[in-house]
């Protein structure tokens, strides 16, 4: 009776876990099952890196990650941490080696890392793989590989909201000059770039939307600096859509380069203001920051680590957002307008009920036009019920519409 009681239990514990691993995300599709349940301290987790502390966005996962695992009970000498890995073969070699230190699970950090992590997954068929950002892993047939990113751009639409409020008693204040509009008495705002992929796209589009949501009459310049993570350029994309004019500028890029320029404006008198990314950058801006969107990405290490441990592939798709607190907006920096916390409150709480969305096809147009479809190559239909449905087919962003009212640019 015993033994049959205990099979109950195990078997009980079994379906749970392939349900909470089998249906995490909201584009998930459940990964295979491996019947291999390890303990906390028998789990090694290896971690490929396209950056390292200094960089915000890699900051943010080994942040992610570390609190993960603290809360599961993994030690921190069972994560094996590879820092600054290229996006080239030199991934794949990462891959292996940490296949031969014996890691059970290893993600990679970058869309460029993608291939090169499938590839380990191809020739190491028993250890999981996570290529986070990607969108290779549900066409790929692996069952040991999985794709993984956040519903960032709602909270770049929030982090537009804030803009928003602050366009807003600014032009109530009559603090914009002429050069503050363009010819069609538009407020200009900018935002920099690092590549002109889906994912940046998706971001500087939900920012603009934010934005519009408050204050209608703006438009937006993009500058791209073919870069994640350039001090440099970021600072210098900020001063040149600063001297176009630009009042607020946003960003997709990984370093505080573009709102220490911002800072340096409003502090000789120019009106200027930064929305930054990954990270608080109130220490580098501390009355030019608003906010920045950032992503919580212990929620999904968390998630992935129970897998890992029970035994069982994580969803080959996950994406959450603020259902599940995996986005969010850092402090409200000083220079906030009044209300715009309580603004903040309001949006979110929509956002989450399902009553706003992001991309609603009311509030944008393309070439004049309102968009009814939207069709990915695999035919998936990507516009129904009145808005782009985001990260639901596949959790890497695919809405790469270019929306009126936002130039894309190039640094030169």
Known sequence: MKKKIAALIMAGVMVFSMAACGNGGAAGNG?????????????????????????GYTAAHMDGIRKGAEELGIPADNIIWKYSVKEDESCYEAAVDLVDQGCDAIFSNSYGHQSFTQQAAQDYPDVKFVAMTGDTAADSGLKNFSNAFTNIYEARYVSGVVAGMKIAELVSAGALGSENYDADGNVRIGYVGAFPYAEVVSGYTAFYLGVKSVYQNVSMEVIYTNSWFDIAAEGEAANSLMADGCVVIGQHADSTGAPTAVEAALSSGKVAYSVGYNVDMLNVAPNAALTSATNNWGVYYKYAFECVKGGWAPDTNWSEGFNKDAV????????????????VAEVEAAIRDGSLHVFDTSKFTVGGKMMDSYVLSDGYECISDGYFHESEHRSAPYFDLRIDGITELTAE
């Open 31 to 55: 990964g295979e099952s491996e019947p291999a349940a390890s303990g906390s301290s028998d789990v090694k987790i290896g971690v490929i890196l396209v950056g390292d502390e200094n960089e």
């Open 328 to 343: 969010a907006i850092t402090t409200l920096g000083p220079s906030v307008a009044d209300g715009t916390a309580d603004k």
